[in-house]
């Protein structure tokens, strides 16, 4: 009887969920282990005095919990949700808080590398209170914003046979509130805050061309770049069901868009592959400068010692 149940789940299985859940299972296996070796390297070499290595562990902390969700989310996709349905809702509370936390980590280490470059005795004032503030309320935030769409998440029945953990929208103002918050909060003022950071910080190099700073300006250029493209395809099809014609209560649903925002959220866990990469080898350059080598700034130096 399991065996017909699965072979009819997966019979009804597109080949956009498909090419979802094969992104899903590439970045689990790539960025746990990417993610978890980062945080082995930085807790050896953890400095309490060093406010950027606390970011990039809970950057890597932020991922892993995020990366360790997809099996879960696959095989709620190739064998159906058939566990109990509160966990439907609290799977998706880690998930949204997770990735949320880690928008939010990436972009106050821009604004950081920023005011750090320019501002430093601004910066210092903070102390290890007002770093460890800052990263609790940005935790608490990353979760407060989750509410809202876990909401509207709850266990259904697709075609009369398989259960899902989905998405369901009961009005056209539910649906318009939860996405345009999810893309004004994840996408639109963390991309603008990148995006000013890397113009204030270019305009920074240009006045003083220390070969410091560039490496700053690169990794900052890196990180626009990249968190532009992994997630502007969810956001311009959040925007598509956003616009899509009115539907009945109860259907309101992303039935026509769901093969394609599967794709695109395997596109965004590939985010959390990238962030290892990204941080910790530039990181590790930025640490091998020598001062003997380059003119170095008393502030940037001391900041990555």
């Not at 902390?61 to 439907?88: Q, T, Y």
């Amino acid at each position: 009887m399991s065996a017909s149940i699965n072979g009819s789940s997966f019979a009804l299985i597109s080949k956009e969920e498909m090419a979802g859940i094969a992104l899903r299972a590439a970045c689990f296996l790539l960025g746990i282990c990417g993610n978890i070796a980062v945080m082995v390297v930085l807790l050896c070499n953890f400095k309490k005095e060093n406010f950027t290595l606390k970011l990039m562990l809970n950057l890597a902390a932020s991922d892993i919990i995020c990366l360790a969700m997809l099996p879960v989310w696959m095989c709620n996709l190739l064998l159906g949700w058939n566990v109990d349905d509160n966990l439907c809702q609290l799977v998706c509370f880690i998930s949204y808080t997770s990735v949320n936390a880690s928008v939010f980590v990436v972009t106050l280490m821009s604004v950081q590398r920023y005011v750090v470059v320019l501002y430093r005795p601004q910066w210092s004032r903070l102390g290890r209170r007002g770093e460890f503030g800052l990263l609790v309320f940005l935790w608490g935030l990353a979760a407060a914003l989750s509410t809202s769409p876990v909401s509207t998440y709850g266990v259904v029945i697709e075609n009369g046979t398989r259960h899902l953990c989905e998405q369901i929208f009961r009005s056209e103002e539910q649906k318009l509130g939860v996405l345009l918050l999810e893309t004004t909060a994840g996408f639109v003022i963390p991309f603008g805050t990148l995006l000013v950071s890397y113009l204030c910080l270019q305009k920074k190099v240009r006045a003083k061309a220390l070969m410091s700073h560039q490496r700053l300006a690169t990794l900052v250029t890196c990180i626009v770049v990249t968190f532009f493209i992994f997630w502007i395809p969810y956001h311009i099809v959040n925007v598509m069901i956003m616009t899509a014609p009115s539907e009945p209560a109860q259907s309101v649903r992303r039935v026509a868009y769901r093969g394609p925002r599967r794709v695109v959220q395997g596109i965004v866990y590939l985010n959390s592959c990238v962030n290892p990469l990204l941080y910790a080898f530039n990181y590790r350059s930025l640490r091998a400068t020598k001062p003997g080598k380059e003119v170095e700034t008393p502030q940037t130096s001391s900041e990555f010692a």
